[in-house]
Nanobody
Protein backbone atom coordinates (compact mmCIF):
# COMPACT_ATOMS: atom_id res chain seq x y z
CA UNK A 1 0.00 0.00 0.00
CA UNK A 2 1.25 3.47 -0.89
CA UNK A 3 -0.14 6.81 0.17
CA UNK A 4 0.67 9.88 -1.90
CA UNK A 5 0.03 13.47 -0.92
CA UNK A 6 0.56 16.28 -3.43
CA UNK A 7 1.04 19.94 -2.58
CA UNK A 8 2.10 23.16 -4.22
CA UNK A 9 -0.66 23.82 -6.70
CA UNK A 10 -2.25 27.23 -7.11
CA UNK A 11 -3.00 30.15 -9.38
CA UNK A 12 -0.19 31.77 -11.35
CA UNK A 13 0.07 34.14 -14.28
CA UNK A 14 1.40 32.96 -17.62
CA UNK A 15 5.19 32.94 -17.59
CA UNK A 16 5.31 32.25 -13.88
CA UNK A 17 6.53 29.25 -11.93
CA UNK A 18 5.17 26.70 -9.48
CA UNK A 19 6.75 23.80 -7.67
CA UNK A 20 4.68 20.70 -6.94
CA UNK A 21 5.69 18.18 -4.31
CA UNK A 22 4.55 14.65 -3.63
CA UNK A 23 5.26 12.76 -0.42
CA UNK A 24 5.04 8.98 -0.46
CA UNK A 25 4.54 6.61 2.44
CA UNK A 26 4.26 2.85 2.53
CA UNK A 27 6.22 1.18 -0.27
CA UNK A 28 9.12 3.53 -0.88
CA UNK A 29 10.93 1.82 -3.74
CA UNK A 30 9.05 3.32 -6.64
CA UNK A 31 9.43 4.94 -9.96
CA UNK A 32 7.41 8.15 -9.82
CA UNK A 33 5.42 10.11 -12.33
CA UNK A 34 3.32 13.21 -12.75
CA UNK A 35 0.20 13.27 -14.88
CA UNK A 36 -2.38 15.96 -15.45
CA UNK A 37 -6.01 16.14 -16.43
CA UNK A 38 -7.76 19.19 -17.81
CA UNK A 39 -11.57 19.43 -17.83
CA UNK A 40 -13.06 17.24 -20.53
CA UNK A 41 -9.71 15.70 -21.44
CA UNK A 42 -7.92 12.43 -20.80
CA UNK A 43 -5.32 12.21 -18.07
CA UNK A 44 -1.97 12.70 -19.77
CA UNK A 45 1.64 12.01 -18.97
CA UNK A 46 3.76 14.97 -17.88
CA UNK A 47 7.04 13.67 -16.43
CA UNK A 48 8.54 10.64 -14.71
CA UNK A 49 11.68 9.66 -12.86
CA UNK A 50 13.20 6.25 -12.26
CA UNK A 51 13.77 4.83 -8.78
CA UNK A 52 17.47 5.71 -8.91
CA UNK A 53 16.77 9.16 -10.25
CA UNK A 54 19.11 8.46 -13.14
CA UNK A 55 16.36 8.40 -15.72
CA UNK A 56 13.96 11.28 -16.34
CA UNK A 57 11.27 11.45 -18.99
CA UNK A 58 9.09 14.30 -20.20
CA UNK A 59 6.15 14.94 -22.44
CA UNK A 60 7.12 16.99 -25.48
CA UNK A 61 4.79 19.77 -24.37
CA UNK A 62 6.77 20.41 -21.16
CA UNK A 63 10.36 19.66 -22.21
CA UNK A 64 12.66 22.54 -21.34
CA UNK A 65 10.11 24.07 -18.97
CA UNK A 66 9.45 21.40 -16.34
CA UNK A 67 11.97 19.50 -14.24
CA UNK A 68 11.26 16.40 -12.18
CA UNK A 69 13.47 15.44 -9.25
CA UNK A 70 13.35 13.15 -6.24
CA UNK A 71 14.78 12.81 -2.77
CA UNK A 72 14.76 9.16 -1.78
CA UNK A 73 15.86 9.95 1.77
CA UNK A 74 12.64 11.92 2.23
CA UNK A 75 10.48 9.81 -0.10
CA UNK A 76 9.47 12.86 -2.08
CA UNK A 77 9.30 13.82 -5.72
CA UNK A 78 9.02 17.35 -7.05
CA UNK A 79 7.97 18.95 -10.29
CA UNK A 80 9.42 22.40 -10.94
CA UNK A 81 7.28 24.13 -13.54
CA UNK A 82 8.64 27.25 -15.22
CA UNK A 83 7.37 29.41 -18.08
CA UNK A 84 3.85 28.24 -17.39
CA UNK A 85 1.22 28.59 -20.08
CA UNK A 86 -2.59 28.70 -19.84
CA UNK A 87 -2.67 25.27 -21.51
CA UNK A 88 -0.82 23.86 -18.48
CA UNK A 89 -3.98 24.41 -16.43
CA UNK A 90 -5.11 21.07 -15.03
CA UNK A 91 -5.30 18.89 -11.96
CA UNK A 92 -1.85 17.38 -11.47
CA UNK A 93 -1.51 13.88 -10.07
CA UNK A 94 1.47 12.12 -8.58
CA UNK A 95 1.69 8.37 -9.11
CA UNK A 96 3.96 5.43 -8.35
CA UNK A 97 5.08 2.47 -10.40
CA UNK A 98 7.19 -0.51 -9.34
CA UNK A 99 10.86 0.36 -8.99
CA UNK A 100 11.91 -1.93 -11.84
CA UNK A 101 9.90 0.10 -14.37
CA UNK A 102 11.73 2.60 -16.47
CA UNK A 103 12.01 4.13 -19.89
CA UNK A 104 8.91 4.41 -22.01
CA UNK A 105 6.92 2.24 -19.57
CA UNK A 106 6.70 5.27 -17.33
CA UNK A 107 4.82 7.28 -19.93
CA UNK A 108 1.71 5.12 -19.66
CA UNK A 109 -0.74 5.65 -16.81
CA UNK A 110 -1.76 1.99 -16.90
CA UNK A 111 1.68 1.08 -15.53
CA UNK A 112 1.15 3.08 -12.33
CA UNK A 113 -0.44 1.41 -9.34
CA UNK A 114 -1.02 4.19 -6.79
CA UNK A 115 -2.24 7.74 -7.30
CA UNK A 116 -2.49 10.87 -5.20
CA UNK A 117 -5.64 12.95 -4.87
CA UNK A 118 -4.40 15.65 -7.24
CA UNK A 119 -3.59 19.34 -6.92
CA UNK A 120 -5.06 22.11 -9.05
CA UNK A 121 -2.78 24.27 -11.18
CA UNK A 122 -4.38 27.26 -12.87
CA UNK A 123 -2.42 29.51 -15.23
CA UNK A 124 -4.08 32.77 -16.16
CA UNK A 125 -3.34 34.60 -19.40
Amino acid sequence: QVQLVESGGGLVQAGGSLRLSCAASGRTANAMGWFRQAPGKEREFVAAISWSGGGTYYAESVKGRFTISRDNAKNTVALQMNSLKPEDTAVYYCATAPAYFGGSYLMYKSNYDYWGQGTQVTVSS
